[in-house]
C-alpha cells in the first residue's frame, strides 16, 4: 500500500530526578506517501520527541516505528543507512543547528559527503543547485551562517535535509522562530518541494493556524498522547476533543464579522506535569465536561467518523 511510515504504540520515557517523564505514552499513527501529517500541542506534549524519536534520533522505549514495511528497530546495517539517508530532520532554530565555523556550501554538503554520494566539481553543482532549489544562490556558498537573517538560515537547514535526496522529513516547527512574514514564504517552499520530489512530512507545530494550510490530515498531541486525528478541513470545521475545541477557539479568524461573534474557550490552569500526570483522561484537569470515569478509564483513540478519530468518553456508546 502507500503508506510510508507507520507508527505503533510509541512510547519514549525518560528517567528524570523525580521520577519516569512519559514525554511520548502509546501514540499511533499512519503517513502515507505524499502525504502532509501535522503534529500540533502545547510546548511539553510530547511532539518533538516523537518526531525525534521518528526519525531515529531517539531510541524508543516501547512500540514501533515501520519504514516501508521495515521495523527500525529490526533494521540490518544497510537498511538502516538507508533509513538514514531516506528520513531527514528539519529543525526550529536553524541557526543553532548550523554549524557557525562552516560555510553554508559545506554545511549542505555534509550529507553528500557523509553518503559518499558525490565529489570534486559534481559535489559543488548539486550544492549550488541545492541552494537554488530553496531560493538562495550560488555565491551564498562561500558565506557562513550569520551572515543570513532567520529565514535564509531556515532555506540553509532546507537545503540540507534535501542534499541527501529524503523521502520523509520531521519539520520540527520549522516556521515557529520566524518572523510571520517569513513563515507563509517557508510554508510555500516545503509544499513546493513536496510537489516536485513527492516528500511526505511529519510538521510539528504548537498552534493550529501554523498546520492549516500545509497538512492533510492533522494530530492533537496533549501531554503524551494524541487527543485526536483527522483531515485537516475536518478538525477545522468539526473539533470534537474538547482539547482540540480550547485550541481551535484561540486561532484567530481573518473575518472579522465571525471573530466577533465567537466563543472563546480559556483553558484554566496549567498543563499538568508529564511525570505525575492526571489519572484517567490526562486533560480532566483543565476540561469543563469531565465526569466520574475520565479520572478512572484513559479514553482510548476511537474513530468516530470516517477518518475522524478521538481519544474522549463523550464518545463511548
Ligand atoms: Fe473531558 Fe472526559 Fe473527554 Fe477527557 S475524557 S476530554 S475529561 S470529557
Ligand atoms: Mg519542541
Redesign the pocket.
Known amino acids: 500500500d502507500n503508506v510510508i511510515l507507520e507508527v505503533k504504540n510509541l512510547k519514549k520515557y525518560f528517567h528524570v530526578n523525580g521520577g519516569i517523564l512519559k514525554a511520548v505514552d502509546d501514540v499511533s499513527f499512519t503517513i502515507k506517501r505524499g502525504e502532509t501529517l501535522g503534529l500540533v500541542g502545547e510546548s511539553g506534549c510530547g511532539k518533538s520527541t516523537t518526531g525525534r524519536t521518528v526519525i531515529g534520533l531517539y531510541e524508543a522505549t516501547g512500540g514501533s516505528v515501520i519504514f516501508d514495511d521495515i521495523p527500525v528497530h529490526k533494521m540490518n546495517d544497510e537498511t538502516r543507512r538507508k533509513f538514514a539517508r531516506k528520513a531527514q530532520m528539519i529543525f526550529q532554530d536553524p541557526y543553532a543547528s548550523l554549524n557557525p565555523r562552516m560555510t553554508v556550501g559545506d554545511i549542505v554538503g555534509e550529507g553528500i559527503d557523509i553518503h559518499g554520494l558525490y565529489t570534486g566539481k559534481e559535489r559543488r553543482e548539486r550544492i549550488y543547485n541545492l541552494l537554488e532549489l530553496v531560493g538562495l544562490n550560488r555565491e551564498h556558498a562561500n558565506r557562513f551562517p550569520h551572515e543570513f537573517s532567520g529565514g535564509q538560515r531556515q532555506r540553509i537547514g532546507i537545503a540540507r535535509a534535501m542534499a541527501i535526496e529524503p523521502e520523509f522529513i520531521v519539520c520540527d516547527e520549522p516556521i515557529s522562530a520566524l518572523d510571520v512574514s517569513i513563515q507563509a514564504q517557508i510554508v510555500n517552499l516545503l509544499m513546493n518541494l513536496q510537489e516536485e520530489k513527492g516528500l511526505t512530512y511529519l510538521f510539528i507545530a504548537h498552534d493550529l493556524s501554523m498546520v492549516r494550510h500545509i497538512s492533510d490530515r492533522v494530530a492533537v498531541m496533549y501531554l503524551g498522547s494524541i ?1 485526536e486525528l483527522t483531515q485537516s478541513g475536518e478538525l477545522y470545521t468539526n473539533p470534537l ?3 482540540t475545541q480550547a485550541l481551535l477557539s484561540a486561532v484567530p479568524i481573518p473575518d472579522p464579522e465571525v471573530e466577533r461573534k465567537r466563543e472563546r474557550i480559556i483553558l484554566e490552569g496549567d498543563v499538568p506535569s508529564p511525570i505525575n500526570p492526571p489519572s ?5 484537569t483543565r ?5 466520574d ?2 479520572s478512572e478509564v484513559t ?1 482510548s483513540l476511537k474513530e468516530v467518523g470516517s477518518g475522524h478519530f478521538v ?4 464518545f463511548d456508546k
Do not use: E, N, S, V
Request: hydrophobic letters at 35%; a positive charge.
Open positions: 487527543a476533543h474538547p482539547y484517567g483522561c490526562r486533560f480532566r476540561c469543563k465536561y469531565a465526569m470515569i475520565c479514553p481519544a474522549c468518553h463523550l
